[in-house]
């Protein structure tokens, strides 16, 4: 991580191959559906144009925290971040993920691992039953185990950040509460994460930092409709930066593009003004 930089990555094109989705796109890139269909809403998900261009969005302004410690967990982004120090040197992993459906969204709030578990049983949540009751209570470690191979269970509310064996799910509103990573991501994060380590799950659709000499901004789809006044949201983390780096330069036309088409993707909306 580079100091005063919050945005990462690039943003770039590839070329479908035959037989190939978005959500085949998407896995190999480590992107999750509503990404790769924000990125691309004129392409068929399913049977896209072959030897077409497809935007991979894999271009990345950090979560807003007052510092980058341990998992930080966007549900507006359906995104996943993880913050490691290594001899002075600062770097994240991240990741997609899925995510509650609606009624069953992750409460906000600070947690912390509280167990790892390779091969969980899953304990089937007394919420689940009552809408598929010839579930049984619990599944064993296998194919048919929807935690995957993989569990981070946290200190509250039941919830934890695991596998799937359903990887199509990856950011979809899916789960009861729970995070749901593909397992091949899931097993690199279990590898780096300590039980006790920091969890924060925010709500975040709008996103401003800063690099290259300009702010940026990424907005999602706020599906919880907690933005009431995205252009006031908008203005007030804008003042921040002005109190940081200046009076800024603002690109309405491209601020008010960005709010409208939700694309996910980075886009540059002020500088500093010229002396």
Same mark, same amino acid.
């Given at each position: 991580?580079?100091?005063?930089?919050?945005?990462?990555?690039?943003?770039?094109?590839?070329k479908?191959?035959?037989?190939?989705?978005?959500?085949?796109?998407?896995?190999?890139l480590?992107?999750?559906?509503?990404?790769?269909?924000?990125a691309?809403?004129?392409t068929?998900?399913w049977?896209?144009?072959?030897?077409?261009?497809?935007?991979?969005?894999?271009?990345?302004?950090?979560?807003?925290?007052?510092?980058?410690?341990?998992?930080?967990?966007? @549900?507006?982004?359906?995104?996943l971040?993880?913050?490691?120090?290594?001899?002075?040197?600062?770097?994240?992993l991240?990741?997609?993920?899925?995510?509650?459906?609606?009624?069953?969204?992750? #409460?906000?709030?600070?947690?912390?691992?509280?167990? #790892?578990?390779?091969?969980p049983?899953?304990?089937?949540?007394? *919420?689940?039953?009552?809408?598929?009751?010839? @579930?049984?209570?619990?599944?064993?470690?296998?194919?048919?185990?929807?935690m995957?191979?993989?569990? @981070?269970?946290?200190?509250?509310?039941?919830?934890?950040?695991?596998?799937?064996?359903?990887?199509?799910?990856?950011?979809?509103r899916?789960?009861?509460?729970?995070?749901?990573?593909?397992?091949?991501?899931?097993?690199?994060?279990?590898?780096?994460?300590?039980?006790?380590?920091?969890?924060?799950v925010?709500?975040?659709?709008?996103?401003?930092?800063?690099?290259?000499?300009?702010?940026?901004?990424?907005?999602?789809?706020?599906?919880?409709?907690?933005i009431?006044?995205?252009?006031?949201?908008?203005?007030?983390d804008? *003042?921040?930066?002005?109190t940081a #780096?200046?009076?800024?330069?603002?690109?309405?036309?491209?601020?008010?593009r960005?709010?409208k088409?939700?694309?996910?993707?980075?886009?540059?909306?002020?500088?500093?003004?010229?002396p």
């Amino acid at each position: 991580m580079n100091p005063g930089t919050t945005c990462y990555g690039t943003t770039r094109s590839v070329k479908v191959n035959e037989k190939e989705t978005l959500l085949d796109i998407a896995r190999d890139l480590d992107l999750g559906y509503n990404q790769i269909i924000a990125a691309n809403p004129e392409t068929d998900p399913w049977v896209p144009a072959k030897t077409s261009l497809v935007t991979v969005p894999t271009a990345f302004i950090l979560p807003r925290e007052s510092e980058y410690t341990g998992i930080v967990v966007n @549900l507006a982004e359906m995104r996943l971040y993880y913050f490691m120090s290594d001899g002075g040197h600062d770097y994240f992993l991240t990741a997609p993920i899925g995510v509650g459906t609606e009624g069953f969204l992750t #409460k906000p709030g600070n947690y912390k691992v509280k167990s #790892k578990t390779v091969n969980p049983t899953w304990v089937v949540p007394e *919420s689940i039953k009552k809408l598929e009751p010839d @579930l049984p209570d619990k599944v064993p470690p296998g194919p048919d185990n929807p935690m995957g191979d993989f569990a @981070l269970r946290l200190s509250q509310m039941e919830y934890a950040i695991h596998g799937t064996n359903k990887p199509w799910g990856i950011g979809r509103r899916v789960s009861h509460g729970c995070m749901r990573m593909y397992p091949e991501d899931i097993a690199e994060l279990y590898s780096l994460v300590q039980v006790g380590t920091a969890v924060h799950v925010i709500y975040e659709p709008i996103k401003i930092g800063w690099g290259d000499g300009k702010c940026w901004i990424q907005v999602f789809d706020d599906y919880d409709g907690q933005i009431t006044n995205p252009v006031s949201k908008v203005t007030d983390d804008l *003042s921040f930066y002005e109190t940081a #780096k200046g009076p800024l330069e603002i690109d309405f036309k491209a601020l008010f593009r960005a709010l409208k088409e939700k694309t996910g993707m980075p886009v540059a909306i002020a500088q500093p003004k010229a002396p």
